[in-house]
């Protein structure tokens, strides 16, 4: 649906295999249904052996965190043959996104096509050094290092808009399978990374990179021992920096030692002050992970245990009532801006609900706040409504 409500664009993915570079032409919206679609033609187009990749959106009319997901993945997978992703023509909105998401940090963006030249600069693989601060006192104290050059941007901006409690464990995992894809794109050393989360009582793997790291953590769940284990008990951080000399877990190390794993770093994630799970990540070569890394690495647990916080991980019965009460209260103000869109545009109650959601990014309002903004104009006397969302499904 387009941001006026009255077109469909269909989806649909072109490719042009240039002399210079390959051309990935997206059109319509990259969502929940679509995401795979552009994961398996990108991995596809890497498969044969492509590393000059353009990801062109003049025609992307919409993302959301599973369309963000798509090409966080699609950077992961040319980070490790040491390539950037180029991003051309992407709208005001889709620019947005990718902008407080800080994937826009992590390509090469280029704004209009060039009639001639050479191949898109690529500039080897994707490096991103967080500032100190992140990590607890007494693993700072044991040397973490002071930071490196450029600020990690806030990567999970919107998705804690999106997983606002109470949240859905699906919407709250897709969130941190998309940290998890950057973390593996951006950490140095990084083979691998994945989430663990303790719900109803034990620990599961929630967002992985490949199938080896979710063996790796389901060996740690098994044998009740590794640094996933400890970091999500004891709320601070574990790095094993050579297992050959590991002796803290002597039923794990070798299971992961014969999958090939070297160096474990895990970071604790919090719901407010309680843990709640880990953000681990795995290498195949010992002593992998620097200082930075690893403060990179706790600024994306940072991130992800706000999400976890916001999302209610952890939460009391009490609070948690209070805040369903409030989330009931959003949601039903939000429908009851769809039925006046709906009405007032002929619009299905989908195509409304994009309309309000393409209207809070663009403006920065809350849904909920626009939403009770297209309400109130619906109640006033025609002529006295002005201009708005409640007037205008323009967006």
């Known amino acids: 649906m387009t941001a006026q409500g009255d077109t469909v664009r269909p989806f649909g993915v ?38 000059a990749i353009v990801l062109d959106l003049a025609r992307c009319d919409f993302l959301d965190a599973r369309g963000l997901r798509s090409i966080a993945s699609a950077i992961r997978r040319l980070a490790e043959v040491g390539a950037v992703l180029t991003v051309r023509s992407p709208s005001a909105m889709v620019g947005h996104l990718l902008e407080t998401s800080g994937i826009g940090d992590l390509v090469h963006l280029e704004q209009e096509r060039p009639v001639t030249g050479p ?25 973490s290092g002071t930071g490196g050059e450029t600020v990690l941007p806030d990567v999970v901006r919107p998705l804690r808009r999106i997983t606002a409690v109470p ?32 719900r109803h009582g034990r620990l599961s793997t929630v967002a992985a990179t ?5 063996d790796m953590d389901t060996d740690q769940y098994d044998t009740g021992e590794g640094p996933c284990v400890d970091a999500s008990v ?50 195949r ?28 991980a952890g939460v009391g019965s ?52 626009g939403a009770r903004m297209v309400v109130a104009a619906a109640r006033r006397p025609r002529a006295s409504s002005g201009e708005g969302l409640g007037d205008s499904a323009d967006g």
């Open 318 to 369: 009490d609070e948690l009532a209070g805040r369903l009460t409030e989330a009931l209260e959003h949601r039903a103000v939000i429908s009851q801006a769809q039925g006046v869109l709906m009405a007032r545009h002929g619009l299905s109650a989908e195509a409304a609900y994009t309309v309000l959601l393409r209207s809070s990014i663009q403006t920065g309002t809350p849904l909920q706040e």
């Open 119 to 143: 191949e898109p600069s690529r500039t080897g693989p994707v490096t991103v050094r967080a500032p100190a601060g992140h990590l607890g006192p007494e693993e700072v104290a044991r040397g």
């Open 14 to 51: 072109s490719v042009d295999f240039g002399d210079h570079y390959t051309v990935l032409g997206v059109t319509g919206e990259v969502d929940l249904v679509t995401g795979p679609m552009v994961d398996a033609i990108v991995s596809s187009v890497i498969d044969g052996g492509h590393r």
């Open 234 to 283: 004891e709320g601070r951080w574990f790095h094993a920096e050579a297992l050959g000399d590991e002796t803290r877990w002597p039923t794990f190390v070798p299971r992961a030692r014969a999958l090939g794993i070297n160096a474990i770093l895990s970071s604790p994630l919090l719901a407010g002050a309680r843990p709640v799970g880990a953000l681990n990540i795995y290498s």
């Open 285 to 312: 070569a010992a002593a992998a992970f620097t200082p930075q890394d690893r403060e990179l690495a706790a600024t994306f647990a940072s991130g992800a245990s706000a999400i976890l916080t916001e999302a209610g």
């Open 210 to 214: 490949d199938q080896t790291i979710l």
């Open 167 to 198: 949240a859905d464990d699906d919407v709250v995992d897709g969130a941190l399978r998309l940290v998890v894809d950057l973390a593996r794109a951006t950490v140095g050393g990084a083979d691998g990374v994945s989430v663990s989360l303790r």
